[in-house]
């Protein structure tokens, strides 16, 4: 089963190779998905303070009946926090919201506000002084794995070249029709393991005529074929459902893809369509 198998990040930190994505899971229903996700063996749930649900999440990781350490959580610093004060203080808020001793993980969220995003700035002071919170926070032992998101190519140079502690992860928009192998490259060239969020983009490759035929000889659903794509590419699939039979079908990815089909799905076209996120930064790209 895939939500017993790990990736080990540059620290040996094991991390599961599937998480579960909470984004749009408001927080007075998030506890029962996430009860329902760990009672269908998932291990790993993926949350932010952007998201508004780290109550929900944190009430869930206490109450689910699976001892913590064998669960990974990861929480994200919002976007907007770019300074060293608001970030130790912002990292401690995560922790006592989610009511939890430590979290698995914590990631810058963007490597500019939400307003900025991709703009002229780019934060490079910011960024590192909120770098130096997470590292402390981790040589603390209240984060057990430090990483960034959205981070190009030079946003995590910044970082590399002035760290005492290196990103252990970068969580990036990539799914099928849209992998930026670049940035895949060189992450994995520095040891950071590339979470990929949004890998059923949002929905949008559930309308994609290529991808829905190849599902289809496969027997499987449009989100189990996308999972098993960015698994079979090396990264951490991170879907969304609220739904326990969709999150159910969504670990359900023991089956190959061929070389041949991997290949064709490399050429699919470009999903247009994100749904009711079509307005947000990160789809914009
Ligand atoms: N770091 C960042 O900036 C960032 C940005 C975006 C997302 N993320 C992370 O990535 C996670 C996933 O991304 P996402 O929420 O944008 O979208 P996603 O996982 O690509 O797609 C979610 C959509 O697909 C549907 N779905 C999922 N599994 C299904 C199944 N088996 N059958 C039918 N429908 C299915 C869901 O509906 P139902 O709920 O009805 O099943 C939902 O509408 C987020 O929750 C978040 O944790 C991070």
């Not at 430090?146 to 946003?155: E, R, Y």
């Not at 005529?209 to 990264?235: H, M």
């Amino acid at each position: 089963m895939i939500t017993q198998e790990t990736y080990t990040l540059s620290n040996d930190v094991k991390i599961p190779k599937l998480g579960l994505g909470t984004w749009f899971i408001e927080d007075k229903d998030v506890v029962q998905v996430v009860k329902d996700a760990v009672d269908l063996g998932y291990r790993h749930i993926d949350t932010a303070q952007a998201y508004q649900n780290e109550r929900g999440v944190g009430e869930a990781i206490r109450a689910c009946g699976v001892p913590r350490e064998e669960l990974f959580v990861t929480s994200k610093l919002a976007a907007e926090v770019k300074n060293y004060p608001d970030a130790v203080a912002s990292i401690d808020k995560s922790l006592e919201t989610m009511g939890l001793d430590y979290l698995d993980m914590m990631i810058i969220h963007s490597p500019q506000p939400w307003k900025e995003f991709r703009g002229d700035d780019k934060y490079y002071e910011g960024n590192r002084a909120a770098w130096k919170a997470l590292e402390e926070a981790y040589q603390a032992g209240k984060l057990r794995a430090i990483g960034v998101s959205n981070f190009l190519q030079a946003d995590l140079e910044n970082i590399l070249q002035s760290c005492t502690v290196k990103p252990m992860v970068n969580q990036i928009l990539a799914h099928i029709s849209h992998m930026p192998t670049d940035l895949i490259r060189f992450s994995q060239s520095h040891d950071i393991l590339v979470e990929g969020y949004s890998p059923v983009a949002h929905g949008g490759l559930m309308k994609h005529d290529k991808v829905v035929e190849i599902a289809k000889a496969y027997d499987v659903s449009v989100p189990q074929l996308a999972v098993r794509y960015l698994l079979q590419k090396g990264l951490l699939p991170l879907p969304k459902s609220a739904k326990k039979a969709h999150i159910q079908n969504n670990a359900d990815v023991d089956f190959e893809i061929s070389e041949q089909d991997m290949a064709t799905l490399d050429q699919a076209e470009r999903v247009k369509d994100y749904g009711d996120a079509n307005q947000m930064p990160v789809f914009q790209e």
